[in-house]
């Protein structure tokens, strides 16, 4: 079984602080994509990274896909309150099955 | 991205009722939906794989007689809950995959909060 641990769990922080979530397996992905959700909301889809050492920004997110595409991170930079929410990672396997393997997520709380 | 649109938001079922839940990509194609359920601060669980045309393809310990799924056309789900129950009260949110390339992306509806009492 094809596992995606994410880590931390729950992170709470104040505000202007930076902060890196982690995404790890010992499986290759064919893709990585990164959601973040709000109660009572579906995940909203943030970047999806493809090649392995590719690096996405997104204003002050930062994400990479591992070399070897078994592993990826997201960095913020000066969290703000607004940035606050539940990060999903998801894996794609290349199958024609094409369903995601999903770590457990982050809750993320930034004080202001 | 593209859209995807769930309804209703949310439902409130008596025991013993079923209830109907709508997944539609309003923009594209899917060929494959996905259901999923989530229980509060926790991840998405992957109930079943919905293809349109054939029977949807579920997870091992989901039932399939107590949630049925319908892909009739390739841009409509529907998820039923059967003769619902307090514990089938959760937040079950679809999403759907628009195929092309060598990766994929999944865009997922806004969820459906039902509530059995």
Redesign the interface.
Same mark, same amino acid.
């Given at each position: 079984t094809q596992l995606l641990e994410?880590s931390p769990q729950f992170l709470s922080i104040q505000e202007g602080e930076n902060l890196t979530v982690y995404c790890n397996s010992s499986s290759v992905f064919?893709?990585l994509?990164w959601?973040r959700q709000e109660p @009572?909301?579906?995940? =909203?889809?943030l970047v999806?990274v =493809?090649t392995g050492g590719e690096v996405k920004k997104l204003k002050r997110l930062t994400f990479q896909f591992g070399d070897a595409r078994k592993d990826s991170s997201l960095h913020i930079t000066a969290a703000q309150p607004g940035d606050t929410g539940?990060y999903?990672c998801?894996g794609?396997r290349g199958d024609s099955?094409?369903?995601?393997i999903? @770590?457990?997520?982050t809750?993320l709380i930034i004080k202001p | 991205?593209a859209v995807?649109s769930?309804h209703p938001s949310r439902v409130i079922c008596k025991s013993g009722t079923s209830v109907k839940i709508e997944c539609r990509s309003l923009d594209f194609q899917a060929t494959?939906m996905?259901w999923y359920r989530q229980f509060p601060?926790?991840?998405?669980m992957?109930m079943a794989?919905s293809n349109e045309g054939s029977k949807a393809t579920y997870e091992q310990g989901v039932e399939k007689d107590k949630f049925l799924i319908n892909h009739a056309s390739l841009t409509l789900s529907t998820l039923t809950v059967t003769s619902a129950h307090p514990e089938d009260s959760s937040?079950y949110?679809c999403?759907a995959?628009e195929?092309g390339g060598?990766?994929?992306?999944?865009?997922?509806?806004?969820?459906t909060?039902l509530t059995v009492v």
């Open positions: 994410q064919s893709s994509q959601y @009572g909301e579906g995940p =909203v889809l999806t =493809v539940l999903l998801a794609a099955n094409y369903q995601l999903w @770590g457990a997520g809750k | 991205g995807v769930q494959t996905f601060k926790q991840s998405l992957l794989t937040f949110i999403s995959r195929f060598l990766w994929t992306e999944a865009f997922f509806g806004q969820g909060r």
